[in-house]
């Protein structure tokens, strides 16, 4: 029986490590630069006329739920508003990976999407936290046509937007 299993053992190593020749009319490609750029939008904000409110226990159970949901990313920058929702909904996520939150005024949607398409991401994957009205613009500005809405109590999507200056962007819509 050992017998039998080593001969069809070494049968299969000879078919499996045999290696095949490429027709020389085949070319290899190199492979595009994809930045996988993950957008969501604030947790659960605390209402009540204040300015510059922070989560709610809700929302800090969010933003928990989203360092889990990234913890496979290979994240290399963290983008927020100037605003605490927004900083507090991507912290641990930015802890968990050992990066630092760099906020960007929510109304610099422009320079925003400069500084995560340039070549410093290629190839790599960025998360952004916004608002109900600034992820929406920031899919347009990717390229993304179809139209995004956010309701005023969403607060779990999260966007996946596959960018290459190359060919036109993917969206993935899921929720968290």
Partial sequence: ?????LGMLACFL???????KIPPTTKLLKPSAITTIYLV???????????NPVLTDAG??????????MRSALLQGVYSSEYNRTQQTVKPTAK????TVVTVKANKQKQLIGLVTKLKYAGK??????????VPELIQRL??????????NDYDDLFVVLWTPQHPPKLLHLHY
Wanted: charged share 25%.
């Fill in 41 to 51: 939008r604030h947790a659960e904000k605390k209402e009540g006329g204040i300015n």
């Fill in 96 to 99: 968990a990976h050992n990066l």
């Fill in 14 to 20: 000879v078919f499996v490590g045999c290696p095949q």
């Fill in 143 to 152: 390229g993304v046509e179809k139209k995004i809405t956010i309701g005023h």
């Fill in 60 to 69: 800090k159970k969010r933003a928990q739920a989203l360092q889990r949901v």
């Fill in 1 to 5: 029986m050992r017998s039998l299993f």
């Fill in 125 to 134: 994957a960025v998360l952004i936290a916004g608002h109900s009205n600034t």
